[in-house]
């Protein structure tokens, strides 16, 4: 079965750091979402992903969980869309959150934007991370209104 990409593509935020592009409509609780971390992309516009969820989880990457008492890592889920991607929180400063973004070895799809790679550390400025979990949030809020 071919799947069909969207028509129009929204983005918020700058792909060669951190942005998240839509499709859709955002008054809808499954929307199509794809994140960019350092020009790599994670997601598909190819599968809905839960709003209310998805925007909870991007506010665990502005103020991340402490680490378990077991010492596991910081995982960020987005959802199912994402299920070929692991995102690791491994340290964060009042100004700074480093990732690792990783491809899993057994993908559900082709990422031909990862072929030579299987992950990437990733450095975001806190108001750069919070700018952009903040104009989606409102996108999302104005839309549901």
């Not at 060669?16 to 020009?39: M, T």
């Not at 190819?46 to 991007?58: G, H, K, Q, R």
């Not at 400063?93 to 299987?118: G, I, K, M, Q, Y």
Request: glycine share 4%; net charge neutral; aromatic share 8%.
């Amino acid at each position: 079965m071919e799947t069909k990409m969207p028509d129009a593509i929204f983005s918020v935020g700058n792909e060669q750091h951190f942005s998240i592009d839509y499709a859709g409509c955002l008054r809808e609780n499954l929307v199509p979402v794809r994140v960019w971390f350092k020009g790599l992309p994670i997601g598909t516009l190819e599968e809905p992903t839960y709003m209310p969820s998805f925007i909870a989880n991007l506010r665990l990457l502005i103020h991340p969980p402490a680490e378990s008492r077991i010492g596991a890592a910081r995982l960020v889920a987005f959802g199912d869309t994402f299920d070929d991607f692991l995102v690791e929180i491994i340290r964060e400063t009042d100004h700074v959150l480093n990732l690792r973004v990783e491809l899993l070895d057994a993908p559900f799809r082709a990422h031909p934007a990862w072929r030579s790679r299987r992950h990437v550390r990733v450095t975001l400025a806190k108001p750069v991370l919070v700018s952009v979990v903040n104009e989606m949030t409102a996108r999302v809020n104005a839309a549901v209104v």
